[in-house]
């Protein structure tokens, strides 16, 4: 048997990008405040789980014409946390998607009543019971976290299944919107150019059933958050520029207030 310490090291580094390399977009010189004896350890967990029930051999790519069921549980959230602000940002780029898959959305019952009338997602659930899973071709997750693992292992146990994240484990500050754009284009084998997703990603947040219609443009703010440290504390000053703007005094300005969906 061949031996070389110098293959085992590129295995392990060829293993660890999985969970600290971050593709696609810049981003901060530290991207989490995880030591990373504790990712390696979330890494290995959900590797080995995967690696043991012989899941590997069904992560692929998505086929033209699958039925897709997207589970959306955070990258690695804190317990008992429902990440609303991040939802919207990691599952922005559904927006490539629109009018090519039938998908359905399983996710926090928060964010549920917030994508409830989305116009890409064809159902959205909070509630594994109420899925059928033979409705389904194709698992997709955002990340390998163990909600998902343990979703996959009880109840699409031979599903084929992807990932935008997959083991990718950071919290730190990067364009999260911007990723999520570069990994449904990569997964699902688009095809559109590295220029062409910078220049057409954005928050994607539409309702196919909205309650208001509007002739004129409008925009809408989101205000607040879980987490007081990510929240944006300079609304006046946005107002004040909003004021000032003669180009925007036919504009409709909303803002929504997250503290009905975070609590």
């Known amino acids: 048997m061949n031996f070389s310490f110098q293959g085992l090291q590129d295995r392990f580094r060829q293993l660890t990008a999985e969970f600290t390399d971050l593709p696609f977009v810049p981003h901060a010189d530290k991207l989490t405040d995880v030591s990373r004896s504790k990712r390696i350890r979330r ?8 690696k043991i029930f012989d899941q590997f051999k069904l992560e692929s790519q998505p086929k033209i014409g699958d039925r897709i069921l997207w589970i ?7 317990r008992g946390s429902k990440p609303i ?18 998908i359905d959305l399983l996710t926090f019952s928060n964010i549920v ?14 509630d594994i019971s109420s899925i059928d899973p033979d409705e389904y071709d194709y698992i997709l997750f955002t990340g390998y976290t ?45 095809k559109h150019t590295i220029e ?5 990603a954005r928050p994607y947040f539409k309702s196919g059933k909205s309650k208001f219609k509007f ?18 504390s300079q609304w006046q000053v946005v107002l004040d520029q909003l004021d000032k703007d003669n180009r925007l005094n036919q504009m409709v300005v909303f803002f929504i207030r997250l503290k009905k969906w975070v609590s």
């Open 196 to 200: 062409e997703v910078n220049s057409i």
């Open 146 to 190: 163990p909600r998902a693992i343990r979703l996959k292992l009880t109840h699409f146990y031979k599903k084929r299944f992807g990932s935008l994240f997959r083991f990718l484990n950071i919290n730190g500050r990067f364009n999260q919107i911007l990723y999520s754009y570069h990994a449904v284009n990569q997964l699902f084998g688009l």
């Open 85 to 102: 602000g991040d939802s919207l940002m990691d599952l922005s780029g559904r927006a490539l998607l629109k009018d090519k898959y039938t």
């Open 215 to 232: 002739k004129k443009p409008y925009i809408c703010l989101s205000i607040g958050g879980q987490d007081a440290t990510r929240i944006y």
């Open 113 to 126: 009543d917030l994508l409830r009338y989305d116009d890409i997602f064809r159902h959205v659930y909070s």
């Open 43 to 50: 890494f290995l967990k959900a590797y080995i789980l995967l």
């Open 72 to 78: 959306y549980s955070g990258k690695n959230p804190i």
